[in-house]
């Protein structure tokens, strides 16, 4: 593995500097400071317990409709409780042509990297 490589990972970013597939909360906040749209795939009574404001809120069983919400050029961010249920969205949107990432830890590992969170 070469330095290239290593750095790419270390800004969530694959072998062949496409978006990987999971990143940390540090590389999660970064990317949506950068640009990237952030969903929360989360149901709604966790939602309205906490969210990111930024994020748009699409639960996990309507995730084939959030490209009508979402920026087709833009990379994405999954979040969730976790990183279990934003892994299953990001691989479902990214079956769906958009560059789709789930934030590993989710709304913990959001907050610890200093993610805002509107109660």
């Given at each position: 593995?070469?330095?290239?490589?290593?750095?790419?990972?270390?800004?969530?970013?694959?072998?062949?500097?496409?978006?990987?597939?999971?990143?940390?909360?540090?590389?999660?906040?970064?990317?949506?400071?950068?640009?990237?749209?952030?969903?929360?795939?989360?149901?709604?009574?966790?939602?309205?317990?906490?969210?990111?404001?930024?994020?748009?809120?699409?639960?996990?069983?309507?995730?084939?409709?959030?490209?009508?919400r979402l920026t087709r050029d833009a990379p994405v961010v999954v979040?969730?409780?976790?990183?279990?249920?934003?892994?299953?969205?990001?691989?479902?949107?990214?079956?769906?042509?958009l560059q789709a990432t789930s934030l590993s830890g989710g709304m913990?590992?959001?907050?610890?990297?200093?993610?805002?969170?509107?109660?």
């Amino acid at each position: 593995m070469s330095l290239r490589d290593i750095l790419g990972r270390l800004v969530g970013r694959a072998d062949d500097g496409s978006l990987a597939v999971t990143v940390d909360g540090p590389t999660a906040v970064q990317l949506v400071r950068d640009g990237a749209s952030l969903l929360d795939v989360r149901e709604r009574a966790e939602w309205t317990s906490g969210h990111a404001p930024q994020a748009v809120h699409v639960p996990l069983g309507g995730v084939a409709d959030a490209p009508r919400r979402l920026t087709r050029d833009a990379p994405v961010v999954v979040m969730c409780a976790s990183g279990m249920r934003s892994r299953t969205a990001a691989k479902q949107l990214r079956a769906l042509g958009l560059q789709a990432t789930s934030l590993s830890g989710g709304m913990g590992a959001w907050q610890a990297a200093g993610g805002a969170v509107r109660r």
